[in-house]
């Protein structure tokens, strides 16, 4: 079934890969706002199914453009594709996107393929036997200090989407650690983790075809993955944060406050904090204001001193296996 999956996934690869030469005459398609399908997508999606049918035809099919509108309805095999992640990064000819294809059979996630066709990286898991990079089994990283750690994350995007509440996040975790990265393809992401590239990851709006085939990758490299209240449940709960288990734990401490399943003391002081006056610096995220004021106190030392240096078949429900500072002077770049 994996070599089935790959096979899938790279024939998809070819597409996009031929699409990118000239990714200008690509017809592109708005399904909401700043949210993207192209013709691309839609024929890298039927390349894969046509695979994955020929060789089992009483599976079911869960995808990203078609729903569950092929395959068999009530199977206990379910293949779940996103065709290409990262959809906006492809028409814009930035090289990170990716094809994923998980497999759950009875509801947990045992195979998973997320293929890079810049790169022709192919990720994949099986249940139990690891997790491999063309070949090479790989591991997460074994960093135990979140002040140490690279960590990725996506930016919301969509109307609705709670951007002040991600912002407040956004700026408790830059405080907390060596950099932040947004790639802008959350299976990719997943991956990358899996390898040890980045140490870590959080997102929320995610769908389960964004991060099923991500989340055995995780897992059998020796990571932890789930919800931002560290619930391992989470493919259809919109939220996931991963990385290797010590980091999880410090990240799931910064990060469960924002949770929809956070203690509702928790929700109350997240949706005062996003209340404060535009401009302003919320009193309930001392760790933010902290972080601002330190980056202007340095700037403005830097300038003094200037000779020194400074240092998401039916959608089912699947398991995954396994005091604040004076008002400082803002710097324009962290605004």
Not at 181 to 201: I, K, M, N, Q, T
Request: proline share 4%; hydrophobic share 40%.
């Amino acid at each position: 079934m994996l070599n089935v999956a790959i096979k899938a996934a790279r024939a998809a690869g070819a597409i996009i890969n031929r699409a990118a030469l000239d990714v200008e005459s690509v017809r592109i398609s708005v399904k909401q706002t700043n949210d993207f399908v192209t013709e691309v997508d839609q024929k890298a999606e039927e390349a894969i199914i046509e695979t994955l049918l020929t060789a089992y035809p009483t599976h079911g099919i869960l995808a990203e453009e078609s729903g569950s509108e092929h395959g068999a309805k009530e199977s206990d095999f379910v293949w779940i594709i996103d065709p290409l992640d990262g959809t906006t990064n492809f028409i814009h000819g930035f090289p990170v996107y990716c094809v994923s294809i998980a497999l759950a059979v009875r509801g947990k996630v045992e195979q998973a393929v997320v293929y890079d066709p810049t790169r022709n990286d192919i990720f994949c898991a099986t249940k139990g036997r690891g997790s491999y990079m063309n070949d090479r089994r790989i591991r997460v990283a074994k960093r135990t200090r979140l002040q140490e750690c690279l960590i990725s994350t996506g930016f919301p995007y969509r109307p609705g989407d709670k951007l002040k509440s991600y912002l407040n996040m956004l700026g408790e975790v830059m405080s907390q650690c060596a950099g932040v990265r947004r790639p802008g393809a959350a299976a990719l992401d997943l991956a990358y983790v899996a390898a040890g590239f980045s140490d870590g990851f959080f997102e929320t709006g995610l769908q389960p075809w964004d991060v099923a085939a991500g989340s055995l990758l995780v897992t059998e490299a020796g990571g932890l993955i789930g919800n931002f209240t560290g619930e391992s449940e989470f493919l259809h709960e919109n939220e996931c944060v991963a990385a290797n288990p010590r980091i999880y734990g410090q990240m799931v401490t910064t990060l469960a406050k924002y949770s929809k399943f956070a203690v509702a003391g928790d929700k109350a002081r997240v949706r005062q904090a996003t209340r404060a006056p535009e401009g302003s610096l919320p009193e309930a995220d001392d760790v933010v204001a902290d972080a601002f004021a330190a980056a202007a106190t340095t700037e403005a030392s830097t300038e003094a001193a200037p000779e020194k240096t400074t240092l998401t078949a039916k959608a089912k429900r699947i398991k995954p296996i396994g005091a604040a500072k004076p008002a400082a002077a803002v710097p324009d770049a962290l605004l």
